[in-house]
């Protein structure tokens, strides 16, 4: 075809993607609306309810967040704004420009909606007389807006400061985002001002190091705890202990010059003078209590026999260089294993005391988690020597910490033997600590289809629920959050334990969903690590450039 021939084809593609969209949007709305009742037939709601966004989640495999913005924005369309929906059919809209039609006129009047889309839907087509781009067709929503309601901007902000909150989100590349969205603008303002001169007094001071890395340094300590309680001097005086090597060799060295100037005065008598305006005290106390932080990684990784990702609660996998020097910031904090068998899946746990030697003994006022995964037969090629690393010795206590606590584990048998103390703790409404801690190590994350909340975020969810029965014991205990506890105890959902590693999940409207409790060391890749030095299978050649 000639050159002509493909961009009208490209055209055509485009309007007949709208019209699939429309069929989209309108099952989104359809399944959303559906009751509870609805399994064998049709009961339709006047609008959507708190769990009708769920149904949507599940059947499309996205987040319960994207599935209720999906749901609202397909409701919008289809039913609230049918010009909308009629104009994808015919293939004149395409999805993307109704967004952003729907982003301003979502909390308009009926009226006044319609009108702003009468104004804009003849420049949405592609095939339009004068086209608009989607930048044009947001910035002539928000001025006829308020031309037609100059209240709208105001009433828009306030219902938007609503719905405040802070987020992050993980990047591809591994690094991660901290947003807070909808604030009051002027607090935000105050705020980063706040930071930038904190910024610009440790660059004056003479910090050599950029300043947008300086405030984020800044920013991230004052909000994970680690400048708690510091005054703006004492934040700048912790920052100055920070700074490159480098840099601390060369003002070490001129404060060497000019002690050696004042040694020969006779009035050195005032040298303690120095000692209370340097004030290390509080510099020292300067640390995060790294509340929220849960690395999970495995003992081979940790000693450097392999270099498989590690996990981040919440913000996914990790890679292995940066999980070693976490583990060890967050030496203070709790820490726990699972010792696993072949099949990846948990045989013991419990809590770990000792620390590699050398690094910091636990604190009571950090809060961060590691999670130590260690196959049994691993374990023990460590122990006795039939597989080594350099990075052992130091591990050397943590390692016969583990095998001391798996080997004085109770069994099955002697669990059993105390029939009333295990018939008083099956009947108490809430597990013990260490059942909590064992449910949250063999379940890293909430039980709900595709979501991937921590468990430690979660709540720990009877299968059976206790008011009917359900003991407290492990085969019926599991993570849940609290938007899944809601959607099993008040949306209507069914949630039934096929085994310890699967759950199945009845939606309201008859739909089955299994969700696979996941190994904590793949399956295909049982944890033995290679020996130091063995090399990893390569990867297959990319494919042939097209022709």
């Given at each position: 075809m000639t050159g002509a021939e493909s961009v009208a084809l490209l055209r055509a593609a485009q309007r007949q993607l709208n019209a699939?969209?429309?069929?989209?949007?309108?099952?989104?709305?359809?399944?959303?609306?559906?009751?509870?009742?609805?399994?064998?037939?049709i009961v339709r709601l006047a609008a959507p309810d708190r769990w009708g966004g769920d149904e949507v989640r599940t059947a499309l495999r996205i987040s319960a967040y994207s599935g209720n913005e999906l749901l609202d924005f397909a409701w919008a369309v289809v039913r609230r704004f049918p010009r909308l929906h009629a104009a994808m059919a015919a293939g004149e809209l395409s999805i993307e420009r109704a967004r952003v039609i729907h982003f301003w006129v979502r909390d308009m009047s009926d009226e006044h909606a319609n009108t702003v889309i009468d104004e804009v839907l003849g420049h949405c087509s592609i095939d339009a007389d004068r086209p608009w781009t989607s930048e044009q067709i947001g910035a002539r929503c928000r001025t006829l807006g308020i031309q037609l309601d100059p209240d709208w901007a105001q009433r828009r902000f306030e219902e938007a400061h609503r719905e405040r909150r802070v987020i992050s989100w993980r990047?591809?590349?591994?690094?991660?985002?901290?947003?807070?969205?909808?604030?009051?603008?002027?607090?935000?303002?105050?705020?980063?001002a706040r930071v930038r001169k904190l910024a610009d007094d440790?660059?004056?001071?003479?910090?050599?190091?950029?300043?947008?890395?300086?405030?984020?340094?800044i920013a991230l300590n004052l909000l994970d705890g680690t400048y708690a309680d510091l005054t703006d001097d004492q934040i700048l005086a912790h920052l100055a202990t920070t700074r490159p090597t480098d840099d601390e060799t060369?003002?070490?060295?001129?404060?060497?010059?000019?002690d050696a100037r004042e040694e020969?005065?006779?009035?050195?008598?005032?040298?303690?003078?120095?000692?209370?305006?340097?004030?290390?005290?509080?510099?020292a106390v300067a640390r995060s209590p790294h509340r929220g932080v849960q690395l999970t990684a495995k003992v081979s990784t940790l000693l450097g026999m392999d270099r498989d990702p590690a996990e981040l609660a919440g913000q996914g996998?990790?890679?292995?260089?940066?999980?070693?020097?976490?583990?060890?910031?967050?030496?203070?904090g709790q820490w726990r294993f699972a010792v696993t068998g072949p099949d990846g899946y948990a045989v013991s746990s419990g809590l770990v005391t000792a620390r590699p030697t050398g690094w910091e003994r636990r604190r009571a006022d950090d809060h961060g988690i590691v999670d130590l995964l260690i196959p049994a037969d691993l374990l023990a090629a460590l122990l006795d020597g039939t597989l080594t690393s350099p990075a052992l010795k130091p591990w050397w206590p943590v390692l016969e910490d583990i095998a001391d606590h798996t080997a004085t584990a109770p069994t099955e048998d002697e669990e059993a033997g105390d029939e009333e103390t295990g018939a008083k703790d099956a009947?108490?409404?809430?597990?013990?600590?260490?059942?909590?801690?064992?449910?949250?190590?063999?379940m890293t994350t909430c039980q709900g289809p595709g979501c991937r909340?921590?468990?430690?975020?979660?709540?720990?969810?009877?299968?059976?629920?206790?008011?009917?029965?359900?003991?407290?014991?492990?085969?019926?205990l599991g993570p849940l959050c609290e938007h899944d506890h809601d959607l099993k105890t008040k949306g209507g959902w069914q949630l039934l334990r096929l085994s310890d590693r699967k759950v199945r999940w009845i939606t309201r409207l008859g739909a089955v969903y299994d969700v696979e409790i996941p190994p904590l060391i793949e399956p295909d890749r049982p944890g033995r690590a290679r020996a130091p030095g063995d090399r990893p299978q390569p990867r297959p050649a990319p494919d042939e450039p097209a022709a």
């Amino acid at each position: 075809m000639t050159g002509a021939e493909s961009v009208a084809l490209l055209r055509a593609a485009q309007r007949q993607l709208n019209a699939a969209h429309a069929v989209w949007l309108g099952l989104v709305a359809e399944v959303g609306s559906r009751g509870l009742d609805s399994a064998d037939e049709i009961v339709r709601l006047a609008a959507p309810d708190r769990w009708g966004g769920d149904e949507v989640r599940t059947a499309l495999r996205i987040s319960a967040y994207s599935g209720n913005e999906l749901l609202d924005f397909a409701w919008a369309v289809v039913r609230r704004f049918p010009r909308l929906h009629a104009a994808m059919a015919a293939g004149e809209l395409s999805i993307e420009r109704a967004r952003v039609i729907h982003f301003w006129v979502r909390d308009m009047s009926d009226e006044h909606a319609n009108t702003v889309i009468d104004e804009v839907l003849g420049h949405c087509s592609i095939d339009a007389d004068r086209p608009w781009t989607s930048e044009q067709i947001g910035a002539r929503c928000r001025t006829l807006g308020i031309q037609l309601d100059p209240d709208w901007a105001q009433r828009r902000f306030e219902e938007a400061h609503r719905e405040r909150r802070v987020i992050s989100w993980r990047n591809e590349d591994g690094t991660a985002t901290l947003a807070a969205q909808n604030q009051d603008p002027a607090r935000v303002a105050a705020a980063i001002a706040r930071v930038r001169k904190l910024a610009d007094d440790a660059k004056r001071d003479g910090d050599p190091r950029p300043v947008d890395h300086l405030r984020s340094e800044i920013a991230l300590n004052l909000l994970d705890g680690t400048y708690a309680d510091l005054t703006d001097d004492q934040i700048l005086a912790h920052l100055a202990t920070t700074r490159p090597t480098d840099d601390e060799t060369d003002e070490t060295a001129d404060t060497d010059q000019t002690d050696a100037r004042e040694e020969p005065e006779p009035e050195p008598a005032p040298a303690p003078q120095p000692e209370p305006e340097a004030e290390p005290e509080p510099v020292a106390v300067a640390r995060s209590p790294h509340r929220g932080v849960q690395l999970t990684a495995k003992v081979s990784t940790l000693l450097g026999m392999d270099r498989d990702p590690a996990e981040l609660a919440g913000q996914g996998p990790i890679h292995a260089e940066y999980a070693r020097n976490l583990a060890k910031q967050l030496s203070a904090g709790q820490w726990r294993f699972a010792v696993t068998g072949p099949d990846g899946y948990a045989v013991s746990s419990g809590l770990v005391t000792a620390r590699p030697t050398g690094w910091e003994r636990r604190r009571a006022d950090d809060h961060g988690i590691v999670d130590l995964l260690i196959p049994a037969d691993l374990l023990a090629a460590l122990l006795d020597g039939t597989l080594t690393s350099p990075a052992l010795k130091p591990w050397w206590p943590v390692l016969e910490d583990i095998a001391d606590h798996t080997a004085t584990a109770p069994t099955e048998d002697e669990e059993a033997g105390d029939e009333e103390t295990g018939a008083k703790d099956a009947r108490r409404r809430f597990p013990r600590q260490g059942l909590r801690r064992d449910t949250h190590l063999r379940m890293t994350t909430c039980q709900g289809p595709g979501c991937r909340l921590p468990a430690a975020r979660s709540e720990i969810d009877h299968t059976l629920d206790h008011a009917r029965g359900g003991l407290t014991l492990a085969g019926n205990l599991g993570p849940l959050c609290e938007h899944d506890h809601d959607l099993k105890t008040k949306g209507g959902w069914q949630l039934l334990r096929l085994s310890d590693r699967k759950v199945r999940w009845i939606t309201r409207l008859g739909a089955v969903y299994d969700v696979e409790i996941p190994p904590l060391i793949e399956p295909d890749r049982p944890g033995r690590a290679r020996a130091p030095g063995d090399r990893p299978q390569p990867r297959p050649a990319p494919d042939e450039p097209a022709a």
